[in-house]
T-cell receptor, first 117, second 117 residues
Framework: AQTVTQSQPEMSVQEAETVTLSCTYD???????LFWYKQPPSRQMILVIR??????QNATENRFSVNFQKAAKSFSLKISDSQLGDAAMYFC??????????????FGEGTQLTVNP | NAGVTQTPKFRILKIGQSMTLQCTQD?????MYWYRQDPGMGLKLIYY???????DKGEVPNGYNVSRSTTEDFPLRLELAAPSQTSVYFC????????????????FGPGTRLTVL
């Protein structure tokens, strides 16, 4: 079974600064997806960014980028130019590339990000 | 297009009571999922379905039942509510991945906050 670990329960950053959230995972599969989800106080789950394991290039979405280290099984999220609206719980998630069990997600415990003005 | 809808938004149950959490999606998705999120934790998969008439257990299925008689609906049943089932419940859905090179995003509902006293 796959596991996802987020070792930082809480992080804080000053507005306009950069912050990096950490995630490690364990799997015996060679092909998979990794995701970062944002959950604001509204509880809505919002997909921030995804990475396909077969792609060596790190994914980027505007101010959000990842550092994907497949050999180390590490998948960190960098938020540049942090904004007050980035304050939320962030979850790292894993999904197998195979569809034998649907497209089920395995989540980490989450990191609560505070953005200070 | 309403996406994934869940009812009710909030519910308080007494120990031993039963209830059904409703989930409906209007995107004609084959896959549907139920997750629970305990306070300060990530989401854990309860049950999932890969199509009408087909369901399977996730990580934490004990105390729950599901059915999938139509593509649109995936209700979650709690038979004998216990305090350990106090949680926020999320329903999600995704389409089949049509080709290896394509990607099928998982869409989440707004969640149901359940308290068992």
């Amino acid at each position: 079974a796959q596991t996802v670990t987020q070792s930082q329960p809480e992080m804080s950053v000053q507005e306009a600064e950069t912050v990096t959230l950490s995630c490690t995972y364990d799997t015996s599969e060679s092909d998979y997806y990794l995701f970062w989800y944002k959950q604001p106080p509204s509880r809505q789950m919002i997909l921030v960014i995804r990475q396909e394991a077969y792609k060596q290039q790190n994914a980027t979405e505007n101010r959000f980028s990842v550092n994907f280290q497949k050999a180390a099984k590490s998948f960190s999220l960098k938020i540049s130019d942090s904004q007050l609206g980035d304050a939320a719980m962030y979850f790292c998630a894993y999904r197998s590339y195979r569809e034998t069990s649907g497209s089920r997600l395995t989540f980490g415990e989450g990191t609560q990000l505070t953005v200070n003005p | 297009n309403a996406g994934v809808t869940q009812t009710p938004k909030f519910r308080i149950l007494k120990i031993g009571q039963s209830m059904t959490l409703q989930c409906t999606q209007d995107m004609n998705h084959n896959y549907m999922y139920w997750y629970r999120q305990d306070p300060g934790m990530g989401l854990k998969l309860i049950y999932y379905s890969v199509g009408a008439g087909i369901t399977d257990k996730g990580e934490v299925p004990n105390g729950y039942n599901v059915s999938r008689s139509t593509t649109e609906d995936f209700p979650l049943r709690l038979e004998l509510a216990a305090p350990s089932q106090t949680s926020v419940y999320f329903c999600a859905s995704s389409s089949l991945r049509r080709a290896l090179s394509s990607y099928n995003e998982q869409f989440f509902g707004p969640g149901t906050r359940l308290t068992v006293l």
